[in-house]
């Protein structure tokens, strides 16, 4: 039988406004959570959700047939197993590290300076709608070769796209409108493709136009599904990851000030934001066979979510979990954008996130630029902190004060 917990729904407005400080009932209370009407199983214990996570036998990415692939033309990396996710996940993980990583690294400085530039001399920035979100869009159309001018375009029609995915529940004209704007991304992208295919460069969408498969190369489904694939997993997460860093590292000045004196303290912090505040927050999954868990049985074929959240906050995985810790000594920063992770928020197992690495540097070179350059940096006077979302989480907006400089 199904455990309801009447006293919490993920879809109550109350949850939506600060699902952490449901967290620890939900672990100590109802760790398998129903909620009817989205007919699926939430769990929250850090345990429970490494298991689902990391036992593929038992539970499978079957989800994303109808979660995902509608917007993304095609299968996503996430929904393959066996050889062709190895071989297609490789090929994407190539382009996010080693060499690849340093000259990203190089577009990631260039973009922040020119997007920081006109704000510094007026001394106010909301680092989620004037910086975080185009600096996280252009970054990603430079890594994949696409026109960074077209950016806002592209922005929109991927917001549809994050929609779709990530919606518990969707009307029928905001479905429509997701649809609609995947078929313009796969229309936008069919003559990129067809360029590639004939003058390869560097950027991803060549690399992945040129690379074989058991020595058949991808078709162009396979390269658009691919593309949406990165785009829509690359962009928004890093966004909310930046403006989470600072809204942790301003409401805690004491750390914020040794972040500034020291930036090797940042990846510490960045992970420490990761594991606090996870811009991932659900991590869908199908029992494939009768699972069983604190009592429970989740039946087979039934969906199951993975709290990320909550079991980055479980009291059996870090010592006093709420806190915003830098040096807290169980998260161990060097594993955190790795597979070892104690935290959650990259996934775990087979699917792990192949943007780690890349994230880390992203947000360590955008934040070492930002920290000295916003001296005296802190909230807007009469702002009020608000986060959205529930499968993917951030603040809204974060409007910040500092000193000008230049002109
Ligand atoms: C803070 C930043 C990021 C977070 C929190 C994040 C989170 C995640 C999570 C939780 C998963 C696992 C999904 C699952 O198991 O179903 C995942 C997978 C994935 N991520 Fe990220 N991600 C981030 C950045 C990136 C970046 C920069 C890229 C760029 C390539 C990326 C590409 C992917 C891809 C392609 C997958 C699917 C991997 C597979 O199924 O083999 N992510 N990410």
């Given at each position: 039988?199904?455990?309801?917990?009447?006293?919490i729904?993920v879809?109550?407005?109350?949850f939506?406004?600060?699902p952490y400080r449901h967290f620890a009932r939900l672990r100590e209370?109802t760790p398998?959570h129903?909620?009817?009407?989205?007919?699926?199983?939430f769990l929250s214990r850090h345990r429970d959700v490494?298991?689902?996570?990391?036992?593929?036998?038992?539970?499978?990415?079957?989800?994303?047939?109808?979660?995902?692939?509608?917007?993304?033309?095609?299968?996503?990396?996430?929904?393959?197993?066996?050889?062709?996710?190895?071989?297609?996940?490789?090929?994407?993980?190539?382009?996010?590290?080693?060499?690849?990583?340093?000259?990203?690294?190089?577009?990631?400085?260039?973009?922040?300076?020119?997007?920081?530039?006109?704000?510094?001399?007026?001394?106010?920035?909301?680092?989620?709608?004037?910086?975080?979100?185009?600096?996280?869009?252009?970054?990603?159309?430079?890594?994949?070769?696409?026109?960074?001018?077209?950016?806002?375009?592209?922005?929109?029609?991927?917001?549809?796209?994050?929609?779709?995915?990530?919606?518990?529940?969707?009307?029928?004209?905001?479905?429509?409108?997701?649809?609609?704007?995947?078929?313009?991304?796969?229309?936008?992208?069919?003559?990129?493709?067809?360029?590639?295919?004939?003058?390869?460069?560097?950027?991803?969408?060549?690399?992945?136009?040129?690379?074989?498969?058991?020595?058949?190369?991808?078709?162009?489904?396979?390269?658009?599904?691919?593309?949406?694939?990165?785009?829509?997993?690359?962009?928004?997460?890093?966004?909310?990851?930046?403006?989470?860093?600072?809204?942790?590292?301003?409401?805690?000045?004491?750390?914020?000030?040794?972040?500034?004196?020291?930036?090797?303290?940042?990846?510490?912090?960045?992970?420490?934001?990761?594991?606090?505040t996870p811009?991932?927050q659900l991590i869908?999954?199908?029992?494939?066979?009768?699972?069983?868990?604190?009592?429970?049985?989740?039946?087979?074929?039934?969906?199951?979510f993975c709290m990320i959240g909550a079991a980055n906050r479980d009291p059996d995985a870090f010592?006093?979990p709420d806190?915003?810790?830098?040096?807290?000594?169980?998260?161990?920063?060097?594993?955190?954008?790795?597979?070892?992770?104690?935290?959650l928020?990259?996934?775990?197992?087979?699917?792990?996130?192949?943007?780690?690495?890349?994230?880390?540097?992203?947000?360590?070179?955008?934040?070492?630029?930002?920290?000295?350059?916003?001296?005296?940096?802190?909230?807007?006077?009469?702002?009020?902190?608000?986060?959205?979302?529930?499968?993917?989480?951030?603040?809204?907006?974060?409007?910040?004060?500092?000193?000008?400089?230049?002109?």
């Amino acid at each position: 039988m199904p455990v309801v917990n009447d006293r919490i729904s993920v879809l109550s407005e109350d949850f939506a406004a600060d699902p952490y400080r449901h967290f620890a009932r939900l672990r100590e209370r109802t760790p398998v959570h129903y909620e009817p009407a989205v007919d699926g199983y939430f769990l929250s214990r850090h345990r429970d959700v490494k298991r689902v996570l990391t036992d593929h036998e038992a539970f499978s990415t079957e989800t994303l047939q109808v979660r995902a692939e509608p917007v993304m033309r095609g299968p996503v990396l996430a929904q393959m197993t066996g050889a062709e996710h190895t071989a297609k996940r490789k090929i994407v993980i190539r382009s996010f590290t080693g060499s690849a990583l340093r000259d990203q690294v190089r577009a990631v400085h260039t973009n922040a300076a020119e997007l920081l530039a006109p704000f510094l001399p007026r001394g106010r920035m909301d680092l989620v709608n004037d910086f975080g979100r185009p600096f996280a869009v252009q970054v990603t159309l430079d890594v994949l070769g696409l026109d960074r001018g077209d950016w806002r375009q592209l922005a929109d029609w991927h917001g549809g796209v994050a929609e779709f995915i990530t919606a518990l529940t969707l009307t029928p004209e905001r479905r429509r409108h997701c649809l609609d704007c995947a078929e313009r991304l796969e229309a936008y992208l069919r003559p990129v493709i067809a360029r590639r295919r004939r003058h390869p460069g560097e950027d991803l969408i060549s690399k992945l136009c040129t690379a074989e498969f058991d020595g058949v190369a991808m078709s162009d489904r396979e390269v658009t599904a691919l593309v949406i694939n990165v785009l829509a997993a690359a962009t928004e997460p890093a966004d909310k990851t930046l403006a989470l860093l600072f809204k942790h590292l301003i409401d805690h000045p004491g750390q914020l000030a040794q972040v500034r004196r020291d930036p090797g303290l940042l990846p510490a912090a960045i992970a420490e934001t990761l594991r606090h505040t996870p811009p991932v927050q659900l991590i869908p999954r199908r029992a494939e066979r009768d699972a069983e868990f604190a009592g429970v049985t989740v039946p087979a074929g039934a969906t199951v979510f993975c709290m990320i959240g909550a079991a980055n906050r479980d009291p059996d995985a870090f010592t006093a979990p709420d806190t915003f810790d830098i040096h807290r000594p169980d998260l161990a920063t060097a594993r955190s954008f790795t597979a070892a992770a104690q935290h959650l928020s990259f996934g775990s197992g087979l699917h792990q996130c192949v943007g780690a690495a890349f994230t880390r540097a992203e947000i360590e070179t955008v934040a070492a630029l930002l920290l000295p350059l916003l001296d005296r940096v802190r909230f807007s006077p009469g702002f009020r902190y608000r986060e959205t979302g529930l499968y993917t989480r951030g603040p809204v907006a974060l409007p910040l004060d500092f000193t000008p400089r230049g002109g």
